[in-house]
């Protein structure tokens, strides 16, 4: 796989990975800027708007139409966090021209609606159509207040809040439902425009198309896009929380508790030396089907329904969110730490290690069999630290890691904040 990247103008980067492994292509691009409260509604509204409609396709059917046309191409928007930023993107897969009939050219034409898409909406009085704007701002405003319908994925997003209060990491990528019923379409569109002029940009395309071409299309369909700005990309590292453990407990109506334990890493992130030390450390302790966490605390103990280890590569954070019974909430919290404690000590065999090895290389291979993790990977990684190599170097290095580094790891990890979601008293 040829993987080339390239700087269209400051601030606007392309990366390309040509492969004719897959039958499709995939074309995206991401606008990322920092993420801010005043801002995330409005951000997060903009793609979903964009996607009702553009100038020459003014509505869902007649841009449905015309990605029918080209072959049934899958064209969406999506709305991503990558540690301090929001992400704004339009992914297009598509078949890979190879597999057209008559020869047809598939990309150019693909690309050229993505540009329109993004770059041409419809429009009403100068601004977006006032119809889509309050239709939208109503299904974000839903989606947003559903949040709470998923009582693990709730907890983590309370600790997230708790943990990092006052850092730009506690918004809701969403923004605010409040404000989204509150949009206009005159604020929408001032926010669309500061943001196709101010976001870091990022192209990327896979599939078996030159690079000559590649670059050509994506001048030609973004042209409005490829000027100078500045980088918004950030990513706020608290090393180390000062002081005593937080406690937040909450009550609702649940019929299982949630614990959700909240770590911070110390500053290793993505790029830092000790990063493939830490992914083989989080495999070992809960993110894998045979961590310590799901063996020790949910088989053996049966202390938890549910038990994992989440690991945020750009944020530096880990997160433990567990199914609990509500009288078994210390418990459950204590023997958490304790199988931390283990692999600080090194208290892990060398088949428990390699095992773990093995799930972080599966996992980083795997990447490479799907176009829409290798497109996500690679964002990331240009976004975060600048080029999107760097997979198959971790893939080594994660080989390397001994056992000593996966204990100096373990003590990477400090406990930061411990929230607990558990039924309303007298229950």
């Not at 590649?214 to 706020?236: D, K, N, S, W």
């Not at 795997?366 to 990977?377: I, K, L, P, V, W």
């Not at 204990?407 to 008293?425: I, N």
Request: net charge negative; with cysteine; proline share 4%.
């Amino acid at each position: 796989m040829e993987r080339i990247q390239t700087t269209l103008a400051p601030g606007v980067e392309l990366v390309a990975c040509r492969t004719e492994q897959f039958k499709t292509g995939v074309l995206s691009v991401t606008l990322t800027v920092p993420l801010r409260e005043e801002t995330a509604t409005a951000y997060a509204m903009i793609p979903e708007v964009l996607y009702r409609g553009s100038r020459l396709h003014p509505d869902i059917e007649q841009l449905s139409a015309a990605t029918d046309q080209l072959y049934g191409a899958s064209l969406g928007p999506s709305v991503r966090q990558r540690g301090e930023s929001q992400g704004i993107s339009f992914l297009c897969s598509v078949i890979d021209d190879r597999y057209a009939l008559d020869g047809m050219a598939v990309l150019e034409p693909a690309s050229m609606l993505m540009g329109e898409i993004l770059l041409d909406p419809a429009v009403e009085g100068g601004v977006f159509r006032a119809d889509y704007v309050q239709s939208e701002g109503a299904n974000l405003a839903d989606r947003i207040n559903a949040r709470i319908n998923d009582k693990q994925d709730w907890a983590i997003f309370r600790l997230t809040q708790e943990m990092c209060a006052g850092e730009a990491y506690a918004l809701d990528k969403l923004g605010s439902a409040q404000q989204a019923l509150e949009m206009t379409p005159e604020v929408l569109w001032e926010h669309y425009q500061t943001l196709l002029a101010q976001a870091q940009v990022v192209f990327y395309y896979s599939g078996s198309a030159p690079w000559d071409r590649v670059e050509q299309v994506v001048r030609q369909a973004f042209a409005p896009l490829i000027t100078p700005r500045q980088r918004g990309y950030t990513c706020q590292v608290v090393e180390r929380p000062a002081g005593s453990v937080r406690r937040i407990t909450e009550r609702m109506e649940v019929g299982q508790a949630k614990l959700a334990l909240g770590f911070r890493t110390g500053g290793i992130t993505m790029g830092h030396p000790q990063f493939p030390a830490l992914l083989v450390c989080n495999a070992l302790f809960g993110g894998t089907a045979n961590s310590k966490l799901f063996l020790r605390v949910r088989e053996e103990l049966s202390l938890c329904y549910s038990v994992s280890s989440l690991l945020d590569k750009l944020k530096g954070i880990m997160v433990v969110p567990a199914g609990v019974d509500a009288a078994d909430l210390n418990r459950a919290e204590q023997a958490i730490l304790e199988q931390l404690e283990e692999i600080r000590r090194g208290q892990f065999t060398q088949e428990e290690l390699e095992a773990a090895r093995m799930a972080v290389r599966s996992g980083l291979r795997s990447a490479r069999d799907s176009q829409g993790r290798m497109e996500d990977d690679c964002v990331t990684r240009q976004l975060a630290t600048g080029t999107p190599e760097g997979s198959q170097a971790l893939l080594e290095a994660v080989e390397q890691v001994t056992a000593q580094q996966v204990e100096q790891a373990a003590h990477a990890f400090v406990l930061d904040t411990v929230y607990c979601l558990t039924g309303k008293e007298g229950e």
